[in-house]
Structure formats: C-alpha cells, structure tokens
C-alpha cells in the first residue's frame, strides 16, 4: 500500500514538472537602457503569457511551501520526537524540489516579461534559498533560520509583483498523498 502510494505521489509530480517544464522555450533578445544612458542587450527566456504563468507558478511555489514546509514548521512536526516527523519530513523535502521547478518557471516568465524583468532577476537568490533548504529536509537536520528568511523572501515577491500591478495569490498544489 504504501509503496504504490509513494509511486502514485512520484508520478504525480513528474507529470507536474514534465508540465510545467513545457512553459516557455525559446530565448529572445531585450535592450535596457541604464541611468547613465549605457544600452545594454541580454537573452532571457521568450515565454507565451508571461504573466499569467509568472502568477500561476509563483502562486503554486507559495501554495507548496507554505502547506508542506512553513505550517508544519510553525506547527512544531520538524521538532524530534514529533507525531509524523518523517513523514511530515519527506513531504517537505518534495515540495521544496517542487518549489524550487515553480519558481525558475515564474523566473522564466518574469524575465520574459518587460514589466516584471527586474523581478525575475531578483527571484534567483530565492531559489538558491530554496535548493539550499531541501538537504537539511531530507536529512532531518533543519535550519529554522532558512524557513523565515524563505517565508520573507515569498511574501517580498508577492508584494514587489503588486507593486507591478500583478496579483499573486497561493494556489494549491498538487496532493502528496496521505
């Protein structure tokens, strides 16, 4: 039961990813001009709907984080000795690789976007802060530190975007079974 379980949950999020992997190929060229005058060109990602899918991957990285790793831990079920840890533990572990695929999606997006480009080059650090926090999910061996400053760095996207004018709201992501 429990390992077809656990491959139900698998397959799951690789069609998930496989999906949203599909969202945007192809680059294209953009100019910026700085302050002092200088014009400077670069390729970023050329994405169909950039906005939309900037909305829709942002909204499930912040769904993901905060349903299996941000509750929980507030929660207190990554403390050792807690009722479901390593459970709670593995699920965390998935939707941080989860979230760390939406948000390069929504980066992707973003860069494509004349709007939200400077978002999208902001958004790098924070997946780093994400890939960086799945090992320590895996192995039991969190640093809380990382999930507040990762809690901060969603909600300074998500404010930065309306900033822009663009809503971003958690959606709900995928079930990672029992």
């Known amino acids: 039961m429990r390992r077809s379980l656990a491959l139900t949950t698998i397959v799951a999020l690789l069609t998930v990813a496989l999906v949203a992997a599909g969202c945007g190929n192809g680059t294209k060229t953009v100019a910026s001009t700085s302050p002092g005058g200088q ?3 670069r390729t ?3 994405v169909k709907f950039a906005k939309t899918k900037f909305v829709l991957h942002t909204g499930l990285a912040i769904g993901a984080f905060k349903k299996w790793i941000y ?3 507030r929660a207190g079920t990554f403390k050792k000795g807690a009722t479901g840890r390593t459970k709670a533990l593995v699920k965390a ?11 390069k999606n929504a ?10 480009r400077g978002l999208g080059d902001r958004m790098t650090a924070l997946i780093a802060k994400v ?5 320590g999910l895996r192995s ?4 809380v530190a990382k999930i507040a400053s990762l809690a901060a760095g969603l909600g300074g996207v998500t404010a930065l975007a309306s900033t822009l004018g663009v809503n971003v709201k958690s959606l709900s992501p995928p079930a990672l079974g029992g």
């Open 39 to 41: 014009v400077t060109t």
């Open 71 to 73: 509750n929980p831990y």
């Open 107 to 116: 980066r992707n997006a973003a860069l494509s976007d004349d709007r939200l």
């Open 93 to 103: 572990a998935l939707a941080g690789a989860f979230t760390a695929n939406e948000l």
């Open 44 to 46: 970023v990602p050329d």
């Open 131 to 135: 890939q960086g926090l799945v090992p």
């Open 140 to 143: 039991g061996n969190l640093d």
